[in-house]
Every structure is written in structure tokens, then in C-alpha cells.
């Protein structure tokens, strides 16, 4: 077994990489590594699909130097992505976000805290299908639209909007009305909220609802942590953001 700190893996003389199966644990096996390189010399029956189903995941949070011509060659070459971290990558925009969006629709996992997506990438994220959890943390300029927008993707459980500070309750309340299996929210730090955000959960994610953060949220004054508690069986955290 080769060293997990050699950011290097060769892999030799398979007999078949094609069907997914194989590819599954070929996959698992590599995210034990920091890889730079993969060598498949001498595999001679891997074809396109085979190569591209080796990667599904993929954790580049703090590769600050990253940019946009990067994750458009890793969603082009990658197609079924299904978890993607791009935490703290605040040199990408646009391309690289609509890359994502249009050459991996299997993305089931997307984490942007602090990249500051801007409100037209988050818009194309709609048509994630898949798509379970977002985190836009500190996305300043995601606006109601982008937001509502969101509601497309049916399948969501987990939305982090702490200090998305452009949005009110119009965002969250489609964002409630089109994801009714959401599990988990942060409105940690928006003003713009109100007891009509809350009004529209209770309508739509009253059963689904276990983690709700509103702390700073100045808007909402009827609803205290106690009432929520009563309103919502299944709530029982409020600290997502710390």
C-alpha cells in the first residue's frame, strides 16, 4: 500500500475499468489521497466514461489560487460530480459556476461558503435537479431572485444563508414553498427577514424542519427559540453559524 502522503498513485495493469462498479471503488480508494497525478499506464481497456466516472467528489476548500479555467476543465471532464467544496475559492466567478451547473447535473452536494457566488451563478444552480445541499455563507450579493430560484431543486435538505444580508422574506418564503423537504436552514445575520419567513416554513417544512439558525435575524420578533420549539415537532437545533 502506498504512502498516504505521496500525492502521487499509479495504477497498473487493470483489467477493466468500464463498468461502475469498479470505478466506485477505484473512487473511494483515491479520496484516501492528495492526488496531483493519476497514471493509468497500461489500461488498456479504459475508455472516456470509465475515466470520467473515477471522480465524483471532489474538496478543493481553500485552494484560494483556483480559478475559473480550473473547475470549467474539472466539470467538463468530470461530468458526475455529485459533492463539490469550494469553500473560501473567492477567485471564481461566473464560468466557472455555470460550468458546474451545466456539465455535472448529478451534483447532489455544493458548499460556497465564503466563495461569494454572485447572484446569477446561484440562479444556475436551479437546475440542479439533484441538489440536496447548497452553503452560500457570506454570498452578499445573492438577492431574493437567485434564491427563489432555488426552489426548482425539489430535492434540497440543507440551505446555509448566513449573511446573505440582500435577502427578505419573499427569497425565503419560495424557497420554503418549493423545498418542502428541507431539513436545515441558516438566516444567521438577515435583517431582512421576518416573521413571514418563519410564517411560510411553518406552511411548508413544518414536519421536515430540525435545524433552523435565525440568531441575528432582528426581523423576526414573535418567534423566540421556545415558540419555534412548539411550532416546529422536529426542531432541535438553532446554531448552525458560530
Not at 475499468?17 to 497514471?39: F, G, M, P, T
Not at 424557497?175 to 438577515?190: F, M, V, Y
Amino acid at each position: 500500500m502506498p504512502d498516504p502522503a505521496v500525492p502521487l498513485l499509479h495504477v497498473f495493469q487493470h483489467t477493466s475499468l468500464k463498468d461502475r462498479a469498479r470505478a466506485a471503488v477505484v473512487s473511494k480508494q483515491l479520496q484516501r489521497y492528495s492526488l496531483e497525478e493519476i497514471n493509468l499506464n497500461g489500461c488498456q481497456k479504459v475508455t472516456d466514461k470509465g475515466a470520467a466516472e473515477l471522480l465524483t467528489r471532489v474538496n478543493l476548500s481553500g485552494c484560494k489560487a483556483v480559478a475559473d479555467l480550473g473547475v470549467v476543465q474539472l466539470a467538463k471532464g468530470c461530468p458526475l460530480l455529485t459533492h463539490v467544496d469550494l469553500t473560501r475559492c473567492t477567485r471564481l466567478g461566473d464560468a466557472a459556476y455555470g460550468a458546474l451547473a451545466k456539465h455535472c447535473p448529478d451534483i447532489e452536494e455544493l458548499r460556497l461558503y465564503a466563495s461569494m457566488p454572485s447572484a446569477h451563478a446561484i440562479q444556475g444552480f436551479s437546475t440542479l435537479s439533484k441538489l440536496q445541499v447548497i452553503d452560500i455563507c457570506g454570498a452578499h450579493t445573492a438577492t431574493d431572485a437567485a434564491v427563489a430560484s432555488l426552489g426548482a431543486c425539489h430535492e434540497l435538505r440543507e440551505a446555509n444563508l448566513t449573511w446573505c444580508v440582500q435577502l427578505t422574506d419573499a427569497g425565503v418564503c419560495a424557497l420554503a414553498k418549493g423545498c418542502p423537504k428541507l431539513e436545515s436552514l441558516s438566516l444567521h445575520g438577515i435583517r431582512g427577514v421576518t416573521d413571514a419567513a418563519v410564517c411560510a416554513l411553518l406552511d411548508h417544512c413544518r414536519e421536515s424542519l430540525h435545524t433552523l439558525d435565525t440568531s441575528g435575524c432582528t426581523g423576526i420578533v414573535e418567534h423566540d427559540r421556545a415558540k419555534l420549539q412548539q411550532l416546529f415537532p422536529n426542531l432541535r437545533c438553532f446554531v448552525v453559524h458560530s
